[in-house]
C-alpha cells in the first residue's frame, strides 16, 4: 500500500524558514507530477506549487520568490523550502501525487503538516 507521510512542519516566526518534507513508501513504480497544497483555517484547499517529474516547476503568485518545491525521485522524495514566512502562510500543508503501483495510476495525499507563522 503506497504512503505519503509529511515531516517538518513547526512554528516558526515571520520572516523565517521552515523545510517541508513528504515520503512516498509502498509497492511504487514511478511518480509522476507531485503538488504541494495548503488549507488555512476555515479556508479552502489551494495549490502551492508543482513539480514534474522532470523537474518542470510552478508556483501560485503568494508563494512565487519564497517558497521552492524540488524532489529525490531516488528517493521517492518531496521538498518545500519555505522562506520569508508571513502569518498568512499559516496552514496545514499537504503533499499530493500521481503515482503507478500495482499496473495503475492513482492519485494520493499525505496526512498533512501544520506550518504556523507567528511571533
Known amino acids: 500500500q503506497v504512503q505519503l507521510v509529511e515531516s517538518g512542519g513547526g512554528l516558526v516566526q515571520p520572516g523565517g524558514s521552515l523545510r517541508l518534507s513528504c515520503a512516498a513508501s509502498?509497492?511504487?513504480?514511478?511518480?509522476?507530477?507531485m503538488h504541494w497544497y495548503r488549507q488555512a483555517p476555515g479556508g479552502q484547499r489551494e495549490l502551492v506549487a508543482t513539480?514534474?517529474?522532470?523537474?518542470?516547476?510552478n508556483y501560485a503568485d503568494a508563494v512565487k520568490d519564497r517558497f521552492t518545491i524540488s524532489r529525490d525521485n531516488a528517493k521517492n522524495t518531496l521538498y518545500l523550502q519555505l522562506n520569508s514566512l508571513k502569518p498568512e502562510d499559516t496552514a496545514v500543508y499537504y503533499c499530493?501525487?500521481?503515482?503507478?503501483?500495482?499496473?495503475?495510476?492513482?492519485?494520493?495525499w499525505g496526512q498533512g503538516a501544520q506550518v504556523t507563522v507567528s511571533s
Open positions: 513539480i514534474t517529474r522532470e523537474g518542470r516547476t
Open positions: 499530493n501525487a500521481d503515482i503507478y503501483s500495482d499496473n495503475r495510476l492513482r492519485n494520493y
Open positions: 509502498g509497492s511504487i513504480f514511478s511518480i509522476n507530477i
